[in-house]
């Protein structure tokens, strides 16, 4: 019995983070009439750290758009009307919100500050710094200029809101990280383990590889860690899921958040679902793709939705070793170190090799220091395997 | 599709642009031609590989991992570049 039922529902605003409260739809991708595919990304949302692409879960069309370009929209609040095919969902949940297993757990980290009032009518003339200062410092329609585009200089030029040095995204966001490490270390009783991982043989494979390659389709190193890692937690569940009110819950899939940096400062965390099936050309196309969108500001939500295990790595060039903060809900973060030219032994003999310290921070109420060595184990078992 | 007789000058030049172009937080111009890029504009690496990728666009100019020393710094990349151009360079077979 295949009957194609068709409903009207509502798209909408996601909660793109734990904290955020509100957002702005800044672009739409589609129009009245458009159809949309499941993961088709349809509007960009302006949150006070990031602009995110949103996207649709459930194939559907656009028949009304509900709010205009810069409305201050709350999260859970309607911003299209939709026809979604399929019969109604047996939660209350729309469409554009998927059941989350962390969802009951969001922190809230800081209250929606008081708003300025609404700065302008026409919208469209405004550029999004434009629209993000003349909130921050609370400018007024009339001291607008009535004609021509508004930049982010035109409302400095006001003069409103005093010397108040720009608010820009990356303050922010580092606002935003020192709130969630404050948060984490009050909570979270964490312990470290390291260990020492030899990667001379996976490094040797690695320029084997590459040294027939053109740069474009060569790996970092980093793509070969990242999937140990993820696999390393696939065979370790008490590392891989969140702390939920009073007690563990492992996540189904390895959804690794990396960290990575930002080249302006500040880090942004985006996650890599299912991180333990790709192998390393997969996790090479997903990193180099993340890292170009996540420099370019064009996150998507997809990339944002809550990773269940993280790590951090100080790259080529880094210090030996990073004992991270973990990330809650998260109960677990693996810190690489560089890789650096050791003294190493096999077989009583002393020879050089290429090591790296690894640590695992973990969450004493969820594993304690075996658990941890036994993924630090993994790790090194899965790179000795990598592709 | 290999620019005719580049010299040294306009690598650096292209050289420059290129890393503006995948660091635009960088000022290409400031720094020395002798400094190893990745240290100097805290190129990481998929930052170098993305310099090597963009040259490799403008100039058709693949080089290759056994010889990426050369393109640490400025002028060594630019040397290198000048010497495969005008076909004086080993080009290692892929």
Redesign the interface.
């Known amino acids: 019995m295949t009957t194609l039922e068709q409903r009207s529902d509502l798209f909408r605003m996601p909660a793109l983070g734990a904290d955020m409260t509100e957002g702005r739809v800044v672009e739409w991708y589609v129009g009245p009439g458009a159809r949309a595919e499941r993961g088709d990304l349809v509007a960009v949302v302006e949150t006070d750290k990031a602009d995110i692409e949103i996207e649709v879960f459930e194939p559907c069309v656009f028949d009304q758009l509900l709010v205009q370009l810069g409305e201050a929209v709350a999260v859970g609040e309607p911003i299209a009307r939709i026809t979604v095919d399929g019969p109604p969902r047996p939660s209350t949940s729309s469409v554009g919100d998927p059941a989350e297993p962390v969802v009951a757990v969001t922190p809230t980290l800081t209250t929606a500050p008081a708003r300025p009032p609404d700065a302008t009518t026409s919208r469209s003339r405004m550029t999004p710094r434009a629209r993000r200062l003349a909130r921050e410092r609370g400018v007024d329609v009339d001291d607008l200029p009535r004609e021509g585009a508004i930049t982010g200089d035109t409302i400095l030029r006001l003069g409103v809101g005093g010397d108040r040095p720009e608010r820009d995204r990356s303050s922010n966001l580092r606002d935003a990280v020192a709130r969630l490490m404050e948060r984490s270390w009050a909570e979270i009783p964490h312990y470290h383990v390291t260990s020492t991982i030899d990667l001379t043989d996976a490094m040797r494979r690695l320029?084997e590889t590459?040294?027939?390659?053109?740069?474009?389709d060569?790996l970092?190193?980093?793509a070969i860690l990242y999937a140990a890692v993820a696999r390393a937690a696939a065979d370790t569940p008490q590392v891989n899921g969140w702390w939920q009110g009073h007690s563990f819950v492992p996540s189904e899939s390895v959804d690794l958040g990396v960290v990575l940096s930002l080249?302006?400062g500040g880090v942004v965390v985006p996650t890599i679902p299912a991180a333990d099936r790709l192998d390393s050309e997969e996790m090479m196309a997903v990193?180099?793709d993340l890292?170009e969108r996540a420099r370019r500001g064009r996150l998507r939500e997809r990339d944002i939705r809550p990773a269940s295990l993280s790590t951090t790595n100080m790259?080529?060039?880094g210090a030996g070793a990073v004992l991270g903060i973990i990330h809650p809900p998260q109960v677990a973060l693996v810190g690489l170190g560089s890789p650096q030219l050791r003294p190493g032994v096999i077989g009583g003999d002393v020879v050089p090799r290429l090591l790296v310290e690894a640590s695992v921070a973990g969450d004493h109420r969820a594993h304690d220091g075996l658990v941890a060595a036994r993924l630090l184990k993994r790790i090194a078992h899965h790179l000795e395997d990598m592709p | 599709m290999t620019e005719p007789a580049v010299t040294h000058a306009s690598a650096v030049e292209l050289i420059r642009e290129s890393i503006e172009r995948i660091a635009p937080d960088v000022d290409a111009s400031a720094l020395p031609s002798d400094a190893d890029v990745r240290v100097e504009a805290e190129l990481d690496s998929m930052d170098f590989i993305a310099l090597l990728s963009t040259i490799t666009e403008r100039t058709g100019i693949d080089v290759p991992e056994s010889e990426v020393a050369a393109a640490h710094t400025i002028d060594g990349f630019a040397d290198y570049l000048v010497k495969r151009t005008n076909g004086l360079g080993t080009g290692a077979s892929t």
């Not at chain 1, 590459?210 to 474009?216: F, K, L, P, Y």
């Open positions: 320029d590459n040294s027939s390659r053109s740069a474009h060569r970092v190193p980093a080249r302006t990193l180099r890292v790259g080529e060039r």
